[in-house]
């Protein structure tokens, strides 16, 4: 059974960065992707980026190239959200997740808690 655990939110001033970590438990052999995701108070839950465990290729949204990079470290079993420029709408909730080898479409089986992200000016 895979299991994640987010860490690394916290407090920041706009502008300043912060990486979050997402520690797997597990076996990863069954893991196709691991994604970020966020969620602000009474919004809904909003695709960050992702990373292809195996090969390591990144997708990251349009609106966020440039500011947030996601990478691994396989042989530590975690996967990194690095933000940096960070503004006020950045605020909200992070979650990891990951996806399940050997079905037909992208989704994601296993989630973690989520770690707090609030950047203030």
């Known amino acids: 059974q895979v299991q994640l655990v987010e860490s690394g939110g916290g407090l920041v001033q706009t502008g300043g960065s912060l990486r979050l970590s997402c520690t797997i438990s597990g076996p990863t052999s069954n893991i196709d992707n691991m994604g970020w995701f966020r969620q602000a108070p009474g919004e809904e839950r909003e695709f960050v980026g992702r990373i292809r465990w195996d090969a390591g290729y990144t997708t990251i949204p349009d609106s966020m190239k440039g500011r947030f990079t996601i990478s691994r470290d396989s042989t530590k079993k975690l996967v990194y959200l690095q933000m940096d420029r960070l503004q006020i709408r950045d605020t909200g909730v992070y979650y990891c997740?990951?996806?399940?080898?050997?079905?037909?479409?992208?989704?994601?089986?296993?989630w973690g808690q989520g770690t707090q992200v609030t950047v203030s000016s």
């Open positions: 997740a990951a996806s399940r080898k050997f079905t037909p479409t992208e989704s994601y089986k296993w």
